[in-house]
């Protein structure tokens, strides 16, 4: 026998671990700097490290007061109903859920190109299908509402990634709020803020809530999760807030307990170590700014704790960097061939990312001032 036909659906191609890379160049992982998935340079907070070790006697329960707990503390940060907190494995996971919540068969869901693979394979689990708006180069991937209702056309889901990424920009609220006027009573725009915490920026929750001068929608999601400020992706935890009016479809589509016993207690106390995001921003704006200042090529401006530099070939590059030691993004899965991506290190592992890549930009003769614009990124 064999599964439905799954031709339509692409494997996610995650950034290379630090292991597997030590393996193949036959050296010790220690040596090693991985900047290629947008992990926390700080690791965990010391606080979940802590709760982790503390709950570790008690998974042989379901979680279910744990869940309920961090269910309130995530609503109570937000001002929002708990029913509103839609807890998941990981902020993927949320994607599920809002699929599963919003998707008929063949409901189209409309996503950015470049940008973040696992909306549309989700969206094709769910029997949904995907048509995408473009983010242009030219036009240093801006977003705008204007950029997503070009190419709108009735569909179910208009995601929005806000830090974007790859690309680390953003689009302001108030387009955020056009777009969700302009688009059908019928149509869900969900912000992605997965890097939310990087930006100086206002979360879109304030255009579900009705605050700051915004009216109260009921036609937007955010999304957030604890893999990157907070430091906690390898437990996979994360949520979307939804709408006070359909938010009771949570226990209608919802896995049960799909966030796990240790998921929640590590939340519980990473939600309140406002000392490890802030010291992680700290971190990731200084790196941000280095980066840009000092990498020879073309860096983005970006909200993210990430930046997207224009190196002309994205595979040489990435490559070459591995071998010697720092481990990148190549973005050619996310659509951009000339890009790749540096997470926000360290002061010692942005540096010797900047001087590994200055380096190999020279040893292969590319000129930074041409990298940008010779290499079409359709
Ligand atoms: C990292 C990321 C997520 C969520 O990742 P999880 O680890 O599943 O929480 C969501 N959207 C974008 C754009 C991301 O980069």
């Not at 031709?7 to 290629?36: F, Q, T």
């Not at 983005?300 to 530099?309: I, Q, R, T």
């Not at 990435?318 to 993004?329: D, L, Y």
Request: proline residues 4%; charged residues 25%.
């Amino acid at each position: 026998m064999q599964p439905r036909d799954l031709s339509d659906h692409v494997a996610y191609e995650a950034g290379r671990g630090i292991e597997e890379v030590a393996r193949e160049l036959e050296c010790d992982p220690s040596e090693l700097v991985k900047l290629a998935s947008n992990e926390n340079p700080h690791g965990p907070s010391p606080a979940a490290t802590v709760a982790l070790r503390e709950a570790a006697s008690s998974v042989s329960s379901y979680p279910k007061a744990a869940h309920a707990d961090l269910t309130a503390a995530v609503a109570d940060r937000w001002g929002v109903d708990d029913a509103q907190v839609w807890l998941a494995n990981g902020g993927d996971g949320a994607i599920d859920y809002l699929h599963r919540a919003m998707l008929e068969p063949d409901d189209t869901v409309l996503v950015p190109t470049p940008g973040f693979a696992y909306y549309g394979m989700s969206a094709r689990f769910h029997h949904g299908d995907v048509a995408e708006y473009a983010l242009e180069r030219a036009a240093d991937f801006e977003q705008t509402a204007e950029t997503v209702l070009e190419s709108y056309d009735g569909e179910r889901i208009v995601w929005v990634t806000s830090p974007h990424n790859p690309t680390g920009s953003t689009m302001p609220l108030a387009e955020i709020e056009r777009l969700a006027a302009e688009t059908a009573d019928e149509t869900l725009v969900v912000v992605d803020e997965a890097y939310g915490e990087f930006a100086d920026r206002e979360s879109a929750v304030a255009l579900i809530e009705g605050r700051d001068g915004f009216d109260a929608r009921d036609d937007v999601a955010v999304l957030r999760t604890f893999s990157k400020a907070y430091g906690l992706a390898g437990v996979r935890l994360g949520y979307a807030v939804v709408p006070d009016a359909w938010a009771d479809a949570y226990t209608r589509v919802n896995t049960p307990f799909a966030a796990s016993e240790l998921a929640c207690r590590a939340g519980l106390a990473a939600v309140d170590d406002d000392e490890h995001v802030e010291r992680t921003v700290e971190t990731a704006l200084e790196s941000r700014a280095s980066m840009r200042e000092e990498i020879d090529a073309h860096v983005w401006d970006s909200e993210g704790n990430f930046v997207l530099v224009a190196v002309g070939d994205a595979s040489a590059v990435a490559e070459e960097m591995q071998e010697r030691g720092v481990i990148v993004r190549d973005c050619s899965s996310f659509g951009l061939p000339g890009c790749v991506r540096i997470t926000c290190g360290t002061d010692e592992e942005t540096e010797r990312a900047v001087e590994t890549l200055n380096a190999v930009l020279d040893d292969l003769e590319i000129d930074p001032d041409s990298a940008g614009s010779e290499v079409s990124d359709a």
